[in-house]
């Protein structure tokens, strides 16, 4: 009982460590915790720099992409500053086209006016012949083409008209309407002939109607559209491709010819819708020039390309804002990305050209963003990281390293807590130790003091002195001091053994020699009643190396232990013997015999399985320890096999040596 508390009392001071403990997990945890905030904050700062750095790069890249747009829009205002709006508008509407300068283009007068293309009524350029003179013959064949509907007849009348007529226009014109009404009439061969003629007339090419709209023109086209849907193959290679020819070059000619914006326009219109060929480049400038004047506009500006009320259209105006450029925003982005490609052939990254509309819509994507120039205050220069983000890589490679050294650095403190966790462990270990054998030594010397002065006390006081009285209590008093005398061996023992100053003197022994000490130390205790020792020795032992009194002490242990846990009847057995090349003593008793579970255990320090048994049987849970390190010092090893209630066998194997003694 008193033990048991002491233990608990040592186990407590056990839990004293926790302080020490968690001062050493503070040393652990607080470093740690600071490497790993160090390492993040380093890893922060290196994706930032490392994308600093290519911030830097890459705006570089942009700058260039810059520079190449803003000469592309000053040779492209070098070229509508060249154009004077108001000398022949057509043919600098049909220069600056042509030059691929833009889209379209508007070219005004001094004074603001459209000079080019002119939508609203005639333009200045064009001469017109005015309405139709109310002379008789006129009014006839009005008369007879509309109301009388005989367009034979009416035919017959213009041709007579013609015929006379003295003026070049009006005689185009009534041939012009002789022309329709011989279509009326069903003689379209009749008509074809002589509109193919009226068209290629030198005396009527430039003849005018009263809209300003050349005859000649409009009676080739006229041609053309009757040649195309004449039935008769006959006529349709080559008047029909001639004629076609014809108009089509008068119609892409600027210079020569004076046909107004608006009967140009239609005529191209009428043969792109008959004969389905893209025939003319400045077709879709004309259009957009159409539309652009349409609505009053949002003015434009010098030098800054702007929108226009026209989704995706784009203008730029002249130094003198005579001339306005037009741009389609897919041509923009067209040649934007042709400038790009010129700069940037990085695989890393992708450049963009932006209109306004999109720049909203990538701002998270890029990478960055810098506006397109002057020339395009609206538009952006975006750039994107292609594939796998560049920096991170970068980035990654220095963190590595980072985490590397943050990894040694926190192992280091984590080997280190761990070695003093173990020392101070250990250091503890001991301190109970040192505390569990004192208290341990104190108490079991107690016990045969007590008995040896109870012995003692008795025989000085009797008197009488009956010899053999006297002989029995100084014989319980040398089994008394016997038992003294190996606990404190066994004190002596572990303590050097703890303080690894147990040092062993190695001789060559004959293990017969050791086992008859052992039995000779022991006979007379195991010689009294209820008790039998059994010994066998094989002889011819080989010899074995090791300190004789340690072997000694290993012996009398077991063979105390035997005496020891064994009850009434006890029969215990000493065997010699040799097997392989070890020398084995076998110590087995019929005695209470083990668990399982004591069996692990038996061998630590202070385990005992009943403690009020082996504390009445005079042990103190150090023997077999004591054993076992001395087993473990010769190199040998120690085995125990038992039942409970059946008894215990030890079996101690020490190497021979092979010599024979
Ligand atoms: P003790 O000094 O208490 O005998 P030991 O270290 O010699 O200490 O033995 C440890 C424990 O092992 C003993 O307390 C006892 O319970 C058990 N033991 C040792 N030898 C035997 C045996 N021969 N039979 C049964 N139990 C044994």
Same mark, same amino acid.
């Given at each position: ?31 740690? %915790? ?75 007068? &001094? ?9 609203? /009524? ?18 006839? %064949? ?20 013609? $015929? ?91 210079? $020569?010819?004076?046909? &107004? ?182 108490? $079991? ?66 293990? $017969? ?131 409970? /209630? ?16």
């Amino acid at each position: 009982m008193t033990i048991h508390r002491r233990i608990t009392n040592s186990a407590g001071r056990v839990q004293g460590a926790w302080p020490v403990l968690l001062l050493l997990l503070a040393a652990m945890a607080v470093p740690t %915790a600071g490497v790993l905030w160090f390492m993040t904050q380093a890893m922060h700062n290196e994706r930032l720099a490392v994308r600093q750095r290519l911030e830097n790069a890459y705006r570089g890249r942009l700058a260039e992409v810059q520079q190449q747009i803003e000469g592309y829009w000053r040779e492209k205002l070098e070229a509508i500053n060249q154009t004077k709006g108001n000398t022949p508008s057509g043919k600098n509407f049909a220069d600056l086209l042509n030059a691929g300068t833009s889209d379209s283009v508007i070219l005004y007068d &001094s004074n603001g006016r459209p000079q080019y293309p002119f939508t609203e /009524g005639v333009s200045p350029s064009v001469t017109t012949t005015g309405p139709v003179p109310a002379t008789d013959a006129w009014q006839a %064949a009005e008369k007879m083409e509309y109301e009388q509907a005989d367009p034979a007849a009416a035919a017959g009348m213009y041709a007579a008209i013609a $015929e006379q007529a003295a003026d070049k226009h009006w005689k185009a014109r009534a041939l012009q309407a002789q022309a329709r009404c011989l279509v009326k009439a069903g003689k379209t061969e009749a008509a074809i002939t002589l509109l193919l003629n009226l068209a290629s007339d030198e005396k009527t090419r430039n003849a005018t109607d009263q809209n300003g709209r050349l005859i000649a023109l409009d009676a080739n086209l006229f041609a053309v559209q009757l040649l195309k849907e004449s039935a008769d193959p006959r006529f349709e290679d080559s008047r029909f491709e001639d004629s076609l020819q014809t108009l089509v070059e008068r119609l892409n000619d600027y210079v $020569e010819s004076t046909i &107004s914006f608006a009967q140009r326009r239609f005529a191209m219109h009428c043969l792109m819708e008959r004969v389905g060929r893209k025939l003319f480049p400045t077709l879709a400038a004309l259009d957009l020039a159409a539309d652009y004047l349409e609505e009053p506009d949002i003015p434009a500006q010098v030098g800054q390309l702007l929108p226009t009320r026209i989704p995706g259209v784009w203008q730029l105006a002249s130094a003198d804002k005579t001339v306005i450029a037009l741009y389609r925003q897919k041509r923009l982005l067209e040649d934007g990305t042709k400038i790009i490609q010129m700069i940037s052939t990085d695989e890393d990254i992708t450049i963009q050209i932006q209109p306004p509309e999109k720049i909203a819509l990538d701002a998270k994507t890029a990478f960055l963003s810098e506006p397109a120039g002057e020339y395009m205050p609206e538009w952006q220069l975006t750039l994107y990281l292609q594939g796998p983000d560049p920096f991170a890589a970068a980035a990654d490679k220095r963190i590595a390293m980072y985490l590397w050294t943050a990894g040694v650095v926190v192992l280091f403190i984590v080997i280190a807590a761990g070695l003093a966790a173990r020392y101070i462990r250990r250091q503890m270990r001991l301190t109970r130790l040192k505390n569990d054998l004192i208290a341990t030594v104190s108490h $079991e010397l107690k016990t045969p003091l007590a008995s040896i002065r109870l012995l003692v006390d008795t025989l000085l006081e009797n008197n009488a002195r009956d010899p053999k009285q006297t002989r029995d209590y100084l014989e319980l008093i040398s089994g008394e001091n016997a038992r003294l005398s190996r606990l404190i061996d066994n004190f002596l023992t572990f303590s050097r053994m703890e303080r690894n100053k147990r040092a062993f003197e190695m001789t060559t022994l004959a293990p $017969e020699r050791i086992a008859a000490e052992a039995i000779e130390a022991v006979r007379e205790r195991f010689a009294a009643a209820g008790c039998r020792l059994e010994t066998e020795i094989a002889s011819g032992l080989p010899a074995v190396v090791g300190d004789r009194d340690a072997l000694l002490t290993v012996l009398l242990n077991l063979l105390d232990n035997a005496y020891k846990y064994t009850r009434d009847d006890k029969h215990i057995m000493l065997r010699v013997y040799a097997a392989d090349s070890n020398v084995c003593f076998k110590v087995a008793d019929n005695g209470i015999g083990l668990s399982r579970r004591a069996m692990k255990r038996i061998f630590e320090r202070f385990y005992q399985v009943d403690r009020s048994l082996s504390r009445s049987a005079g042990g103190c849970g150090l023997g077999l320890s004591i054993v076992k390190f001395i087993v473990d010092a010769h190199g040998g090893t120690i085995k125990v096999s038992s039942e409970p /209630g059946r008894g215990s066998t030890f079996t101690v194997k020490l190497p021979a040596t092979g010599s024979g003694t």
